[in-house]
């Protein structure tokens, strides 16, 4: 192990910056994070034991105790149970002789759940060793657990399993759009760079990430800080559930991507750039580290980039499992190898970002959009979409619709259109921008995806009337108690406390008194969290409850009193013991 | 000139960068807080001393004065949500007061007694947290660790060690000890220590001083904790 370390820390540089990138590669060679490699870490990088051991507590993907050799996470998205998830885990749990939660004795292999790979349109899915595996159903699994079996290496298994498809439905400005390596950054030398940041000023490019800042803003208030080191980050953590579009970005348009982060250097004057990938697409990694090779080949990244002396590179770091890491400065925190806690605002990013060096953070479509503009002029973007939401934007679209995948559509479209475009019918409402953005019924389908009305990362899922509203909000609600980061009260406690009100009322057992407390208790995280996370933790409850509230209704049991168990139910073990079942051995409870 | 700020309807003044905390505490006024502490770095993770500063929500100890703020925290609405955040506090860990040997001294009691807490109002999570019993001197049990960093921050400030880290995720978090066993006498930690003496709970003790003072005779027994805070923080350089 002593060599391995050692190796691994020369190839990191021994950065600790690197952190995750070193914790990564310890957890793929033995399964877990063993003690002795925490001691040896600590020793060679000169950081307390403490602080590894919190890192790896963590994020979901490293784990002190073995998982197996092969470990099956199972991804827990509305859009995966409603794929029939849970029996294809079921079944893998039984052809593989491994409970849910556990590894098997030999150590072969493990199964669990995890939050949404962002495979929603060809679900259900799994990672297997971190590669995503989509498309699951009985044969693929008995063909995976014969490969088990036989010990074959990962990359000795056909390479279908882990086929990832771009489904792209419907295209507009963007993704119609050409562009010839190094041409938007010739087009801003050749306009002026000033000019370019004049002309994504013009755009009325708002960030695309969710939150919608003026990008051209973000970009100026960075390049006119004094502090001369700058950074260039890009955000490709995508866990919002029901997002997948930067997937088939980083997939299909890297090129792109990496032009807009280029350009960004420019106009910001940095020499440094992060693409910060979200753990679960480890099968983009290579490819995408492959197209940085090549740009870098052709002039286009590192040193005196197109002979015009600019100097820009681009390292890509690996996630390992943590929704909150896509907060911009949670994920400043991971990308400095610690744990992703948000930070106290202010001061911002563009202040005090990376290495607290003033830094953008910015989503892969944003970066995209800019590459575009550079070429094409602001007028050309402004020209689509709303007063307050120019151009388009790329949703991922999920749920009950046959044809769930990308959709390009300008910004200001009903809702309803979107619906006709991806052919869903029958419709009880939609998720627009994951459970962290509003869910609307079917009375709203005339309202516009735009920031005016409906903003959107780009997560649009579709839930038809067969669908069980309180069950859509107990999944949302549970994802966002394990995603928490824990550093607040109201979150921390909040989210736990929502999931098993929840619960209760999910299970039969409410009150009225539940339905209240459910309600203080939303609007308690949503004032008080110190982070976005926990500011909308409560949004798939509240947005339901004000349109739902007779479902709500409906699922309390007693109206007058609310006790958190069932009695009767709690005695089946004794009448069980004691063999008898008569009406004398039951209780009666008020409400019954 | 000097800027002013206008907290509950009262011209308060600051320096630059001074936060709203720093500021109010000089000006005489209270407001709730557990993880702030005048020594240290200000961190923002309990939420008790949250404010409304010109309609939102921020954390009073980090967010900095500004000139023409309107900062709202002794409101009815604020000391509520004080009052939840506080509940959370107590059913997230194991604070069974009447047997605590801090009952009294407790700074998580004393703003409980402050905001008028009277019950739990949520349910108990029960979480199963083992004592570390192993130094000689110093106790620990984590049952009543409110994450608060206070000694993570007074051990690496002050008593420049770095013995104490949070830990984990969610409602998993726990805090962690520096050392090869990961047990408290394994760490650096001494009975002089800083960190011995910050926390705001029952989580870290000092062994062979319990009740020397009665229950009944305690600082939040016959002092409410905006006095006794006040008197403390605002003697702080
Ligand atoms: C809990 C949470 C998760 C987030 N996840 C993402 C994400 O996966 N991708 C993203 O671009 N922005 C995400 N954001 C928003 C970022 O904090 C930030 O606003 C965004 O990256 C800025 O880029 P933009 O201006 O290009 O949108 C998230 C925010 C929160 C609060
Ligand atoms: S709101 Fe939640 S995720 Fe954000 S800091 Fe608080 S605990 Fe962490
Ligand atoms: S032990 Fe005490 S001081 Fe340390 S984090 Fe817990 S409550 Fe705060
Ligand atoms: S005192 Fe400000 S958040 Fe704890």
Redesign the interface.
């Given at each position: 192990m002593n060599d391995f370390i050692v190796q691994l820390l020369e190839a990191n540089g021994y950065r600790k910056t690197r952190l995750l990138a070193i914790l990564r590669a310890i957890q793929a060679t033995y399964f877990h994070i063993p003690k002795e490699a925490i001691?040896l870490l600590s020793r060679l990088l000169g950081l307390?034991?403490?602080?590894i051991?919190?890192v790896v507590?963590?994020y979901s993907f490293f784990h002190s105790t073995p998982r197996g050799q092969y470990d099956i996470l199972f991804s827990d998205s509305i859009t995966d149970h409603m794929q029939d998830k849970q029996n294809l885990m079921n079944y893998f749990s039984h052809q593989c002789q491994v409970g849910i939660g556990q590894v098997r004795k030999d150590g072969r292999v493990s199964l669990d759940n995890t939050a949404c790979t962002g495979m929603c349109d060809q679900g259900p899915a799994a990672l297997i060793n971190g590669y995503a595996v989509p498309r699951l159903d009985r044969p693929k699994i008995d063909l995976i657990a014969k490969l088990i079996e036989q010990e074959l290496p990962l990359a000795e298994w056909p390479e279908t399993i882990f086929q990832v498809d771009d489904l792209i439905w419907k295209t507009g400005l963007l993704l119609n759009s050409r562009l010839e390596p190094g041409e938007s950054l010739l087009a801003a030398d050749a306009r002026g760079l000033n000019a370019t940041l004049n002309e994504i000023d013009q755009s009325k490019l708002r960030g695309r990430g969710g939150a919608g800042f003026k990008t051209a803003l973000k970009w100026r208030l960075c390049a006119s800080e004094p502090e001369q080191e700058r950074f260039v980050v890009c955000n490709a953590d995508e866990g919002e559930p029901g997002t997948f579009k930067d997937r088939v970005l980083l997939n299909r348009y890297a090129d792109w991507l990496i032009e807009g982060m280029t350009l960004a250097s420019l106009l910001i004057k940095s020499q440094q750039g992060f693409l910060y990938l979200r753990g679960e697409y480890l099968h983009l990694f290579e490819p995408l580290q492959a197209k940085l090779a090549e740009r870098r080949r052709n002039g286009l990244l590192g040193d005196n980039i197109l002979g015009k002396g600019w100097s820009f590179d681009i390292e890509i770091c690996l996630g390992a499992g943590?929704y909150?890491c896509g907060e911009e400065s949670a994920l400043i925190e991971s990308l400095e190898g610690r744990?992703g806690i948000a930070r106290?605002r202010?001061p911002y990013p563009v202040t005090e970002g990376y290495l607290n060096k003033p830094t953008i953070v910015d989503n892969v479509e944003t970066f995209i959009a800019a590459a575009h503009i550079a070429i094409q002029g602001g007028n050309w973007f402004a020209a689509q979409g709303t007063e307050q939401s120019s151009g388009t934007k790329i949703l991922s679209i999920s749920g009950d619709t046959p044809q769930p995948g990308i959709y390009e559509v300008p910004f200001g479209t009903p809702i309803s259109a979107i619906l006709e475009d991806c052919l869903a019918e029958d419709v009880l409402g939609v998720q627009v921008g994951g459970p962290s953005g509003t869910f609307i019924s079917n009375r709203e389908f005339h309202r516009r995806l735009a920031f005016e009305d409906l903003p959107s990362g780009g997560s649009f899922i579709i839930f038809n009337r067969q669908r069980d509203i309180l069950e859509i909000v107990r999944n949302f609600t549970h994802f966002f108690?394990?995603?928490?980061?824990?550093?607040?009260?109201?979150c921390?406690?909040?989210?736990?406390?929502l999931s098993?009100q929840i619960d209760k009322l999910y299970d039969g057992y409410g009150s009225v008194g539940d339905i209240v407390a459910l309600q203080?208790l939303g609007h308690?995280l949503k004032?008080?969290?110190?982070c976005g996370l926990g500011q909308t933790a409560a949004n798939p409850m509240l947005n339901t409850l004000a349109r739902y509230p007779a479902i709500y209704q409906s699922k309390i049991k007693f109206p007058h009193f609310g006790p958190?168990f069932n009695l009767d139910e709690a005695l089946q073990a004794a009448r069980k013991i004691a063999h008898r079942d008569d009406s004398e051995a039951h209780l009666s409870q008020s409400g019954d | 000139m000097t800027q002013t700020f206008m907290l509950d309807g009262l011209a308060i003044p600051f320096e630059d960068g001074q936060t709203i905390m720093e500021a109010a505490i000089a000006a005489g006024h209270y407001i709730p807080h557990l993880c702030y502490h005048p020594d240290f770095t200000?961190y923002?993770?309990?939420?008790?001393c949250?404010v409304n500063v010109n309609g939102k929500?921020c954390?009073a100890c980090?967010f900095?004065a500004m000139e023409g703020q309107t900062v709202i925290s002794e409101s009815e609405e604020q000391n509520t949500?004080r009052q939840?955040?506080t509940q959370?506090?107590f059913?997230?860990g194991n604070h069974f007061c009447p047997s605590c040997e801090k009952s009294g001294n407790c700074q998580l009691q004393g703003v409980a007694y402050h905001l008028k807490m009277t019950d739990d109002h949520?349910?108990h999570?029960f979480p199963h947290r083992e004592i570390d019993a192993s130094h000689p001197d110093i106790l620990i049990d984590f049952n009543r660790c409110?994450?608060c960093a206070l000694c993570v921050r007074a051990s690496q400030e002050e008593d420049g060690k770095?013995v104490?880290?949070?830990?984990?995720?969610?409602?998993?978090?726990?805090l962690?000890?520096?050392?090869?066993s990961g047990q408290l006498h394994d760490s650096e930690l001494t009975v002089n220590d800083r960190a011995t003496h910050i926390c705001p709970t029952g989580a870290i003790l000092i062994k062979h001083t319990a009740y020397q003072v009665p229950i009944g005779d305690r600082q939040y027994d016959h002092h409410s904790i905006s006095e006794v805070s006040m008197e403390q923080d605002s003697s702080a350089p």
């Open positions: 001691t307390p034991v403490s602080h051991i919190s507590d963590f943590s909150i744990s106290n202010p108690a394990d995603e928490s980061c824990g550093f607040c009260t109201p921390r406690v909040g989210t736990i406390l098993e203080e308690l004032t008080n969290s110190h958190g | 200000p923002g993770s309990c939420k008790l949250n929500i954390t980090t900095p949500d939840r955040i959370m506090l059913v997230e949520f349910n999570q409110i994450f770095d104490f880290a949070i830990s984990g995720r969610g409602i998993n978090k726990r962690i000890i520096n050392s090869d």
